[in-house]
C-alpha cells in the first residue's frame, strides 16, 4: 500500500524559509513520480512542483519558480519541497503525491495524474 506523510509544515513570517518533507512507503521509490500540491483557503488545489524518481527531471509552475526547490533522498525515500521567500499567498495546505508514470515533462502538473496522496501539512506565511 502507497502511503506518503508529509511534514514540516508551521507559520512563518513573509520573507522566511520552510522545508517540508514527504516520506514515501509501500513502492519502488525510484519508480515513482512525485509532486507537491497546495490548497490556498477558498481555491481549488494547484500544483506547485515535480519531481520524477527515475530520470531527476522536475518542473515548477510559475508561482514558485526561483523560490521553491523540489529534491529526494532515494536511502531515505523521502522528498523535500524547499521554500524560500515566502509570501502570504503562499499560505496553504501542501500534499505530496505519487504516481508511477505521469508525463508531466510533455503535459504539465496535474491532480488527475496522481493516484495516491498524502493528508497534508498547513503552511501559514503571515505578513
Known amino acids: 500500500e502507497v502511503q506518503l506523510v508529509e511534514s514540516g509544515g508551521g507559520l512563518v513570517q513573509a520573507g522566511g524559509s520552510l522545508r517540508l518533507s514527504c516520506a514515501a512507503s509501500?513502492?519502488?521509490?525510484?519508480?515513482?513520480?512525485i509532486a507537491w500540491f497546495r490548497q490556498r483557503p477558498g481555491k481549488d488545489r494547484e500544483g506547485v512542483a515535480c519531481?520524477?524518481?527515475?530520470?531527476?527531471?522536475?518542473l515548477y509552475t510559475d508561482p514558485v519558480k526561483g523560490r521553491f526547490t523540489i529534491s529526494s533522498d532515494s536511502a531515505k525515500k523521502t522528498v523535500y519541497l524547499q521554500m524560500t521567500n515566502l509570501k502570504p499567498e503562499d499560505t496553504a495546505v501542501y500534499y505530496c503525491?505519487?504516481?508511477?508514470?505521469?508525463?508531466?515533462?510533455?503535459?504539465?502538473?496535474?491532480?488527475?495524474?496522481?493516484?495516491?496522496w498524502g493528508q497534508g501539512t498547513q503552511v501559514t506565511v503571515s505578513s
Open positions: 519531481i520524477s524518481l527515475s530520470g531527476g527531471a522536475t
Open positions: 509501500g513502492f519502488r521509490f525510484d519508480d515513482y513520480t
Open positions: 503525491a505519487a504516481d508511477p508514470i505521469v508525463p508531466f515533462l510533455d503535459f504539465g502538473l496535474t491532480e488527475a495524474d496522481f493516484g495516491s
